[in-house]
């Protein structure tokens, strides 16, 4: 892992400490710096990425209790309230609108495809990559892909070339992260 990796990923980490709080997600245990651990909502072994989106704190014994488990079947064993599922279900979301939006970039750069085929490919993939991790409404996944997809077309619309389109991914990424809380 490079230099500027790692520092992306310590940005990231206090990013995530710094919106739970040093809190473990599962048990409340209250934890020091130290202790705590980054989970994935979707785990690296799914694909999960180390995004802002798709980590959470936990302690050590919570994360490896869980292990490559899905997030939100760990979560109801532990009660989570409605707000807290609420609140988790946004940022897998979020961490889904991104992966599209990263695998369309990622796929544009090399493609001579029109942008519109490739998002429609990226969310496929996602699709395929979650569908036996996550036991979720794919309707609900699709009406939230309509609804980032409106302001994709905007952006193939606007942008006249692939660097322009870049940028336009490139904030709307920004700006899907900016919303969580």
């Known amino acids: 892992m ?17 919106r739970d709080g040093l809190i473990c997600c599962f048990c409340d245990k209250e ?5 705590l651990t980054l989970d994935h909502l979707v785990p690296v ?14 302690c050590s014994p919570c994360n490896n209790k869980r292990g490559n488990r899905n997030f939100f079947e760990v979560a109801a064993a532990h009660k989570f309230n409605l707000a807290k599922t609420q609140r ?17 970039l990622s796929k544009y750069s090399e493609s001579s495809k029109v942008p519109q085929e490739l998002a ?7 699709l395929k990559d979650y569908k036996a991790y996550h ?9 939230s892909w309509k609804q980032i997809c409106r302001p994709i077309q905007f952006s193939f619309k606007k942008a006249s070339t692939k660097q322009a389109l870049k940028r336009a991914i490139t904030h709307l990424i920004t700006h899907i992260e900016g919303e969580l809380k």
């Open 120 to 126: 429609a490919s990226a969310y496929k993939q996602l």
């Open 45 to 58: 072994s799914f694909r999960g990425a180390f995004i802002y989106s798709n980590l959470s704190v936990a």
């Open 31 to 35: 934890l020091t710096e130290e202790e």
């Open 2 to 18: 490079s230099i500027s990796d790692r520092r992306k990923q310590q940005k990231i980490r206090q990013r995530v400490i710094q």
């Open 88 to 104: 988790y279900f946004n940022f897998f979301k979020a961490s889904s609108e991104i992966k599209i939006l990263s695998l369309l």
């Open 135 to 143: 036991p979720i409404d794919f309707d609900l996944m699709l009406k």
